[in-house]
């Protein structure tokens, strides 16, 4: 074990790497992102990793806004169709479950909006929207700085931000009543 680190700068740098990739998404993703999500009938998501648990956690708060939503695989997730929005993240570009599921979710009509580091892989590009974020994931290229954090973690905490951000959009948009989304919370705790 080395003696001494650097505490103050590795936590300097993290937020330095967090804000960089958080501010460089383009607000024009972002309109479209919140505009998908309030038009949907119903709202769809998949994940895996830890890019699946910053899925769940966008996908609780969009149940304590009022709307209605399924995580794929869940033994009650409904089919999906016309009117509703898949929500999908490959930091890569590239899963084959992700690519398995958009031959399900498309052809039933259903809206994709797809979350990646490589917006110009083949399956973002089928997507009706992509947010791309400038953040380093675990395939090497792309247009993003080397990390000092492992794998994918810088990728996964700008989702988280940017969920968060979106839900603070939406709060404007739909006008729900705090007391209401208080509610919505769960008291199986």
């Known amino acids: ?4 680190f650097d505490w103050s700068g590795t936590r300097r740098e993290m937020l330095r790497e967090l804000t ?10 972002l309109d479209g992102l919140a505009k998908e999500i ?16 910053m899925l769940l956690a966008f996908a609780m708060r969009l149940m304590h806004l009022g709307l209605r939503v399924h ?3 869940d033994v009650t ?3 999906i169709g016309a009117g509703d929005l898949w929500i999908t993240s490959s930091g890569t570009g590239h899963l084959a479950t992700v690519e398995a599921l958009m031959g399900i ?3 039933a009509g259903a809206r994709v909006v797809f979350f990646t580091a490589f917006p110009d892989a083949p399956l973002p590009r089928q997507a009706d929207l992509v947010v791309h974020i400038p953040a380093q994931t675990m395939r090497e290229g792309g247009d993003a700085e080397r990390s000092i954090q492992p794998m994918g973690s ?14 603070i959009r939406l709060m404007d948009l739909l006008r729900p009543a705090p007391e209401e989304m208080e509610k919505r919370h769960t008291n199986l705790e």
Do not use: H, W
């Open 154 to 167: 810088l990728f996964e905490q700008t989702q988280l931000l940017l969920f968060d951000l979106c839900v």
């Open 1 to 4: 074990m080395n003696g001494t």
């Open 105 to 107: 979710a498309k052809p």
């Open 20 to 29: 960089r990739s958080f501010t460089e998404v383009r607000e024009e993703q």
């Open 71 to 73: 995580v794929v695989g």
């Open 77 to 79: 997730t409904p089919a």
């Open 38 to 53: 309030a038009g949907a009938k119903r709202i769809f998501f998949y994940g895996l990793g830890r890019e699946r648990t």
